[in-house]
Nanobody, 114 residues
């Protein structure tokens, strides 16, 4: 399984971006999907996720601003990010869990200027 993330870039505070993550390979038994981010000098953190049972969760810092979604027909997941803040600046990674295996995208940089 391979994940290809895209959609990052430079945006002003208050702006929006949509990240995409296209999966290829055998994705028939996905347990969970999620978006993580890692800011300079900080640990990677979960931003948004969808469990195998379809339960969606968000980090408190992004609730009401970010939305995670999936298009199963396209094997693609998205992260819509609105009202971006400078503290959202980070490398964003997509992640899927299939069985006991964890797969990561290559990361896409989001920079929010003040």
């Amino acid at each position: 399984v391979q994940l290809q993330a895209s959609g990052g870039g430079l945006v002003q505070a208050g702006g929006s971006l949509r990240l995409s993550c296209a999966a290829s390979g055998d994705t028939r038994s996905i347990n969970a999907v999620g978006w993580y981010r890692q800011a300079p000098g900080k640990q990677r953190e979960l931003v948004a996720g969808v469990s195998g049972g379809g339960i969606t969760s968000y980090a408190d810092s992004v609730k009401g601003r970010f939305t995670i979604s999936r298009d199963n027909a396209k094997n693609t997941m998205y992260l819509q990010m609105n009202s971006l803040k400078p503290e959202d600046t980070a490398v964003y990674y997509c992640n899927i869990i299939i069985g006991i295996h964890n797969y990561w995208g290559q990361g896409t940089l989001v920079t929010v200027s003040s």
